[in-house]
């Protein structure tokens, strides 16, 4: 089992930016690919970004250029800086570590980010 806890959101004016954290624990040995996330009210969860264990990042096209996905393997941690953000960046964002070849995922318990124009 792996744990996750995020941590970061908050409400910020369009334009602004936050970091969000989320630090796993438990049997992360056999993760391989670890992301963000996000689900806005009356909609489908969205991918936000992944990051796999040699570092390779996927982003959604939205988020080009704004978010930058990173992590830091001693602290068993995935980060999400958020720059320039927009209203519609406004969802609950949840971190996902898992293992692309068994598909098997955890989640976090989520994070609201609100951002206000």
């Known amino acids: 089992q792996v744990q996750l806890v995020e941590s970061g959101g908050g409400l910020v004016q369009a334009g602004g930016s936050l970091r969000l954290s989320c630090a796993a624990s438990?049997?992360?040995?056999?993760?391989?690919?670890m992301g963000w996330y996000r689900q806005a009210p009356g909609k489908q969860r969205e991918l936000v970004a992944t990051?796999?264990?040699?570092?390779?990042?996927n982003y959604a096209d939205s988020v080009k250029g704004r978010f930058t996905i990173s992590r830091d393997n001693a602290k068993n941690t995935v980060y999400l800086q958020m720059i320039s953000l927009k209203p519609e960046d406004t969802s609950v964002y949840y971190c996902?570590?898992?293992?692309?070849?068994?598909?098997?995922?955890?989640w976090g318990q989520g994070t609201q980010v609100s951002v206000s124009s």
């Open positions: 438990g049997s992360i040995s056999s993760i391989n690919v």
């Open positions: 990051i796999t264990t040699d570092g390779t990042t």
């Open positions: 996902r570590f898992g293992n692309s070849r068994y598909q098997f995922y955890y």
